[in-house]
């Protein structure tokens, strides 16, 4: 992008009106021609914007490969439930960046405003003044700054990719560092092996600040250990100096100081079991005496966090399945999340047995091989989609061809609604639909769900008011 654009002033930018969007695909032409992750470009940022980073609430710091998002959302419930403000920031988004940054308030939580968006953009645009960066770097300078002017009793902040030479890793002393299960993922910039990937993540660990680690495979761990007895961190090890299962419907924890019944997560899955007790771990750490059990109860049972196991009824997606058909919508894309998945989808099959099918869309960064195999024996049929508006995401016809050569009986489809449609004809019964693969294809159905029913010249309210004419049209 031009330097030219940067020429105007600040004063310019600031009360000419633009929306945030227009402000984030500017920023865009700022990346630098090749990513060398460091710190450099984000710390002298935040000295220009003057250190907004030192003025932020009590911080949690959370690495790690999966479940980052989950785990903060049970933080945050039982913080609220116990009275207090937190503010979040997280990412990527799914449907609208305001997602990635959800300030405390009066009337509860909220999404970052458009206004004060488009404001701290275009502050830490102005103090950038042109400078290569990425644009993590660059949002996470202006999450922080709206950090610094709300008033909050503690701060849930989610590493982006690694955690040593993420953006977020700027902060000298936060209260508490957690990090959840690490697995392979973004090998070209953390390393191919589990050792190298915790290596990564383990670098938010700092002098004398707890760390909770979440389960761990032993590569990993060994990893975090010497970590942290390098620097100096405390760790309170999950299976070591606490534990979390699942017993007669209800999850039990047990630390040295605590041994406690709550009801299981509003969250489905064994994984979030264990996000759930990770939390229960940090809050301990955090609150002490004053975390009470009616708090976690309240807080595991009331977190929310979309497109994990998510349930989709009562939207858009209708117009292309019965009305007995369930559709559940999970963002894994890597091989621990594929494989916490179809575990899920064993357990969901004793209670309710179905016929599954899997509608399939993944970003070509990623090993998509390793992602489906954990599903052989679990579904009856695979519908590959493409994701729309991502150029590096797998074609549907190169994405089938994966999944064939892995065993499965799988299929390329035009998308989201042909997939859907295709899944609905093949059922001999109302069945299970799985849709997975990638947090921009969550994005991309929520999106759908959420807005009218309509597949080309196909608008109906449900499927079942199609005409066989209609639904083999769509085919």
């Given at each position: 992008?031009s330097?030219?654009m940067?020429?105007?002033?600040?004063?310019?930018?600031?009360?000419?009106?633009?929306?945030?969007?227009?402000?984030?695909?500017?920023?865009?032409?700022?990346?630098?021609?090749?990513?060398?992750?460091?710190?450099?470009?984000?710390?002298?940022?935040?000295?220009?914007?003057?250190?907004?980073?030192?003025?932020?609430?009590?911080?949690?710091?959370?690495?790690?490969?999966?479940?980052?998002?989950?785990?903060?959302?049970?933080?945050?419930?039982?913080?609220?439930?116990?009275?207090?403000?937190?503010?979040?920031?997280?990412?990527?988004?799914?449907?609208?960046?305001?997602?990635?940054?959800?300030?405390?308030?009066?009337?509860?939580?909220?999404?970052?405003?458009?206004e004060?968006?488009?404001?701290?953009?275009?502050?830490?645009?102005?103090?950038?003044?042109?400078?290569?960066?990425?644009?993590?770097?660059?949002?996470?300078?202006?999450?922080?700054?709206?950090f610094?002017?709300?008033?909050?009793?503690?701060?849930?902040?989610?590493t982006?990719?690694?955690?040593?030479?993420?953006?977020?890793?700027?902060?000298?002393?936060?209260?508490?560092?957690?990090?959840?299960?690490?697995?392979?993922?973004?090998?070209?910039?953390?390393?191919?092996?589990?050792?190298?990937?915790?290596?990564?993540?383990?670098?938010?660990?700092?002098?004398?600040?707890?760390?909770?680690?979440?389960?761990?495979?032993?590569?990993?761990?060994?990893?975090?250990?010497?970590?942290?007895?390098?620097?100096?961190?405390?760790?309170?090890?999950?299976?070591?100096?606490?534990?979390?299962?699942?017993?007669?419907?209800?999850?039990?924890?047990?630390?040295?100081?605590?041994?406690?019944?709550?009801?299981?997560?509003?969250?489905?899955?064994?994984?979030?079991?264990?996000?759930?007790?990770?939390?229960?771990a940090?809050?301990?750490?955090?609150?002490?005496?004053?975390?009470?059990?009616?708090?976690?109860?309240?807080?595991?049972?009331?977190?929310?966090?979309?497109?994990?196991?998510?349930?989709?009824?009562?939207?858009?997606?209708?117009?292309?399945?019965?009305?007995?058909?369930?559709?559940?919508?999970?963002?894994?894309?890597?091989?621990?999340?594929?494989?916490?998945?179809?575990?899920?989808?064993?357990?969901?099959?004793?209670?309710?047995?179905?016929?599954?099918?899997?509608?399939?869309?993944?970003?070509?960064?990623?090993?998509?091989?390793?992602?489906?195999?954990?599903?052989?024996?679990r579904?009856?049929?695979?519908?590959?989609?493409?994701?729309?508006?991502?150029?590096?995401?797998?074609?549907?016809?190169?994405?089938?061809?994966?999944a064939?050569?892995?065993?499965?009986?799988?299929?390329?489809?035009?998308?989201?609604?042909?997939?859907?449609?295709?899944?609905?004809?093949a059922?001999?019964e109302?069945?299970?639909?799985?849709?997975?693969?990638?947090?921009?294809?969550?994005?991309?159905?929520?999106?759908?769900?959420?807005?009218?029913?309509?597949?080309?010249?196909?608008?109906?309210?449900?499927?079942?008011?199609?005409?066989?004419?209609?639904?083999?049209?769509?085919?």
């Amino acid at each position: 992008m031009s330097t030219i654009m940067f020429a105007e002033s600040s004063e310019s930018r600031r009360v000419r009106p633009v929306s945030s969007s227009l402000l984030l695909e500017r920023l865009k032409g700022l990346h630098p021609k090749a990513i060398d992750l460091s710190l450099h470009r984000v710390e002298r940022l935040l000295a220009t914007l003057g250190h907004p980073e030192r003025r932020l609430p009590p911080v949690v710091h959370v690495a790690g490969t999966n479940g980052k998002g989950s785990l903060i959302a049970f933080l945050r419930a039982i913080a609220e439930s116990l009275g207090l403000r937190a503010h979040t920031y997280t990412s990527p988004h799914l449907v609208s960046f305001h997602e990635r940054i959800v300030l405390a308030g009066k009337e509860g939580p909220a999404q970052i405003s458009e206004e004060m968006l488009v404001d701290c953009l275009s502050r830490v645009e102005a103090a950038n003044d042109g400078a290569p960066i990425t644009q993590f770097e660059i949002t996470t300078a202006a999450a922080f700054l709206a950090f610094s002017e709300v008033p909050a009793d503690i701060l849930l902040l989610e590493t982006g990719m690694g955690g040593r030479l993420d953006a977020t890793n700027v902060l000298e002393r936060p209260r508490v560092t957690a990090i959840t299960p690490v697995s392979i993922d973004h090998v070209g910039f953390l390393g191919n092996t589990l050792a190298s990937i915790a290596s990564e993540k383990a670098g938010i660990l700092k002098p004398g600040v707890p760390c909770i680690v979440g389960r761990q495979e032993a590569d990993a761990l060994a990893v975090i250990k010497d970590k942290a007895a390098a620097v100096g961190a405390p760790l309170h090890v999950f299976g070591r100096d606490f534990e979390v299962f699942e017993r007669d419907r209800r999850l039990i924890f047990h630390s040295a100081t605590r041994q406690i019944n709550l009801p299981l997560p509003c969250l489905e899955g064994a994984h979030q079991i264990d996000n759930a007790g990770t939390a229960i771990a940090i809050a301990s750490m955090l609150f002490g005496e004053a975390l009470t059990v009616d708090a976690l109860e309240d807080g595991v049972a009331k977190a929310k966090w979309p497109a994990r196991l998510q349930r989709l009824n009562n939207g858009g997606l209708d117009a292309y399945v019965g009305e007995q058909t369930e559709v559940l919508l999970d963002g894994g894309h890597n091989t621990a999340g594929g494989a916490a998945l179809a575990k899920h989808l064993d357990v969901l099959n004793a209670r309710d047995p179905r016929e599954v099918h899997l509608i399939w869309g993944m970003m070509d960064t990623k090993d998509a091989p390793s992602v489906i195999e954990s599903f052989k024996g679990r579904c009856s049929r695979v519908y590959a989609v493409p994701i729309p508006d991502e150029e590096n995401a797998f074609n549907a016809t190169d994405l089938a061809a994966i999944a064939q050569r892995e065993g499965f009986d799988a299929v390329p489809t035009r998308g989201l609604a042909h997939a859907l449609l295709l899944s609905q004809a093949a059922m001999r019964e109302p069945g299970r639909v799985l849709i997975f693969g990638s947090l921009y294809l969550a994005g991309h159905v929520l999106r759908v769900h959420a807005g009218p029913a309509s597949s080309g010249d196909l608008q109906r309210t449900s499927f079942q008011q199609l005409t066989e004419r209609e639904r083999k049209a769509c085919l």
